[in-house]
């Protein structure tokens, strides 16, 4: 079984090299893939020195964009599982196994972490985002996803062929989830830490709940035009 992990990233540097250590430490088997988008730091060089394949976008053109990246080289190196991680150190390697036992456990196509068990440590705009944002892509997916705005998952390669986005930024993860639960993926969910630290969020809170929102009107319409 070929396991790889997708981390995203963006002026990097300073996380990622222990983030990258600790997974090859905990699954030394695992390929690590960062995708480098556009930054300008010293992401990518960090990225090789700690033993990642490393893809760069020239320019910077959203998480979205690199996590299909990410997707399409899965796809075409023949990964079995995809673990998605945010390149700050907020998903913990640690954790990686809870997902694998899910998906075996419940023979799940995708599985989410979940933070909504444990909301002590996070700021509470973000919590009654995430809660209003989840019934929104719980209600378009059509299964109960508690934490959809969580980056920390778990895909089973094969059911990203043929994954037909409109999307490159944040919207995407709600995005994938909506379709590929369309398509008929099977997704659950396993509880996972909040992590803050000194990281900066590169989430835009007015742009990016726009594209939210034009998402959900663009999934609903899609849906009723399925319909007819």
């Given at each position: 079984?070929?396991?790889g ?10 996380f990622?090299g ?14 690590q ?8 730091d ?21 998480k979205?964009?690199?996590?299909m ?6 796809l ?5 599982w ?15 196994q ?5 998906a075996?456990r ?11 068990e ?11 985002t ?6 929104v892509v719980s ?5 109960r ?13 094969p059911i ?13 993860e709600?995005?994938v989830?909506?379709?590929l639960?369309?398509a ?5 969910s396993?509880?996972t ?15 990016d709940?726009?594209r ?6 663009r999934l609903k ?6 319909t007819?």
């Amino acid at each position: 079984m070929l396991v790889g992990v997708i981390i995203p990233a963006l002026n990097a540097a300073p996380f990622l090299g222990a983030l990258l250590d600790e997974i090859q430490e905990r699954h030394p088997d695992a390929v690590q893939l960062v995708v480098d988008d556009g930054s300008t730091d010293t992401t990518a060089e960090v990225a090789r020195i700690h033993g990642a394949e490393v893809a760069v976008h020239e320019v910077n053109r959203g998480k979205g964009a690199a996590l299909m990246t990410g997707f399409q080289h899965a796809l075409a190196h023949d990964w079995d599982w995809a673990f998605t991680m945010d390149a700050d150190g907020q998903h913990l390697p640690a954790e990686m196994q809870s997902f694998l036992d899910a998906a075996r456990r419940d023979n799940l196509d995708i599985v989410v972490g979940d933070r909504m068990e444990a909301t002590g440590e996070m700021p509470w705009i973000r919590k009654v985002t995430n809660v209003f944002t989840s019934r929104v892509v719980s209600g378009l997916a059509g299964c109960r996803i508690p934490d959809s705005q969580n980056g920390y998952r778990l895909f089973r390669v094969p059911i990203l062929a043929g994954l037909k986005t409109t999307t490159t930024n944040y919207d995407f993860e709600s995005e994938v989830l909506v379709k590929l639960a369309r398509a008929g993926a099977r997704i659950g969910s396993t509880p996972t830490a909040t992590v803050y630290g000194e990281e900066i969020s590169a989430i835009h809170p007015m742009r990016d709940t726009a594209r939210f929102f034009r998402l959900v009107r663009r999934l609903k319409r899609e849906a009723r035009e399925e319909t007819r």
